[in-house]
């Protein structure tokens, strides 16, 4: 969206951030393979380069996992076992 507000066609984008058409469009696409050095580049073609330290300013859902994690283990209920004679044939 950054780069259509600019009226920034893709490969004038992809041209100045030294990378091809398709490689562009996959990082448009959300490609994870993407590596992050290009996505540096791009902000900063963007002039959003001050936006890169707020990609994982809020993680929520890291901080919940993670947290999960470090919580002490739940005591376990230990069941009483009962010993159960063993039933015999009826002869």
Known sequence: MARLRRKMTQ???AERV????PTLAKLEG????ISLATMIRVLS???LSSDLDRIAADDKLGRELQDAELSPPRPTRRRAVTHVP???GKS
């Open 11 to 13: 490969s004038v984008m």
């Open 18 to 21: 030294g990378v091809s058409v």
């Open 30 to 33: 959300g490609d994870p393979t």
């Open 45 to 47: 073609v963007l002039n």
């Open 86 to 88: 063993p039933t015999r």
